[in-house]
């Protein structure tokens, strides 16, 4: 039985993941590690996860509008980036327009391209650059910095860093970021506070 559900979960966890969600749905040791180490509350934790589900949601319902489009959805402390494709202008404002719309998101970042969507050879560019630039974080040498309160998303290149961070946290993540190979700009979105805890 225990086996059963631990499948279900690591299903469940695999889709979430796959559409744009974080680790906090994988469980109670995950859970907790998160919320150890993280600036947001527990419940704002929830609340972003529910938000990029809302806003997925929300898109699905004009599948018509999603032809050709590509869109990764990301929340932190209810702030919404757009990243992706989409085939013009108008789409992307429609895909702001639908984030904006969600409750409790208090800010869109619509970062959307207007191009084709990326090839899967360029997405898995993408997601190797993520993972080297969450490498580099861990060479930041501020007392109290956590790596693992940046969040971290690459699109075409382009890493996009949000979190809860001091400035100075904020410009040593992002210097150290700037030097990873394959990274063509580094573009804050922090919310910053005035001091580490």
């Given amino acids: 039985m225990i086996a059963r559900i631990y499948g279900v979960s690591l299903l469940l966890c695999a889709s979430l993941l796959s559409s744009g969600c974080g680790v906090f749905v994988v469980g109670g040791a995950a859970t907790a590690a998160s919320v150890a180490h993280d600036r ?3 419940g704002t934790i929830v609340e972003d996860q529910a938000i990029e ?84 974080l861990l060479q930041v040498k501020i007392p109290g910095f956590d790596p693992t309160r940046v969040k971290v998303v690459t699109r075409r290149g382009v890493v996009y860093l949000m979190g809860l961070v001091t400035e100075t946290e904020g410009q040593a993540a992002a210097d150290s970021i700037s030097r990873v190979n394959g990274v063509r700009q580094v573009v804050t979105l922090f919310r910053y506070i005035e001091s580490a805890g």
């Fill in 53 to 136: 589900l809302k806003i997925y949601q929300a898109l699905r319902n004009e599948p018509d509008r999603l032809d050709n489009t590509s869109i990764n959805v990301t929340s932190y402390d209810r702030v919404v980036l757009l990243t992706g494709e989409v085939p013009s202008a108008g789409i992307s404002a429609w895909a702001e327009r639908v984030a904006g719309d969600i409750d409790n998101v208090i800010m869109v970042h619509n970062k959307l391209a207007e191009r084709p969507p990326s090839s899967l050879g360029n997405r898995n560019n993408d997601a190797w650059i993520s993972a080297r630039a969450k490498s580099a």
């Fill in 40 to 42: 947001r509350t527990a």
